[in-house]
Nanobody, 124 residues
């Protein structure tokens, strides 16, 4: 079992930046691909970014390319999502997910473990 705990969310002004963290416990996630998803009120959970187990490959949703950066530190069992130039439409609950594979996925069903989420609210 892998437990994932997200942190770093909060209220931020449009144009600002923030970094979300996802701390894993239970097992080392160095052999897991990791992903970030988000869910806005009344909407489905959607893919944001993913990173391979080694961190050498990343993948982003078109809507966030150039503004979001996913990274990981396997020595700390932690994955990060850096968000730059936040927009009101980035307001959502952000979820971290782990997939027991070297290959990442951009679908909700492609992941084995999920965190509880962290709220990001962007004010205009």
């Amino acid at each position: 079992q892998v437990q994932l705990v997200e942190s770093g969310g909060g209220l931020v002004q449009a144009g600002g930046s923030l970094r979300l963290s996802c701390a894993a416990s239970g097992r080392t996630v160095s052999t897991y691909a990791m992903g970030w998803f988000r869910q806005a009120p009344g909407e489905e959970r959607t893919f944001v970014a993913a990173i391979s187990w080694s961190g050498d490959r990343t993948y982003y949703a078109d809507s966030v390319k150039g503004r979001f950066t996913i990274s990981r530190d396997n020595t700390k069992n932690t994955v990060y999502l850096q968000i730059f130039s936040v927009k009101p439409e980035d307001t959502a609950v952000y979820y971290c997910a782990a997939k027991y594979s070297s290959r990442y996925s951009d679908t909700v069903g492609g992941y084995d473990y999920w965190g509880q989420g962290t709220q990001v609210t962007v004010s205009s």
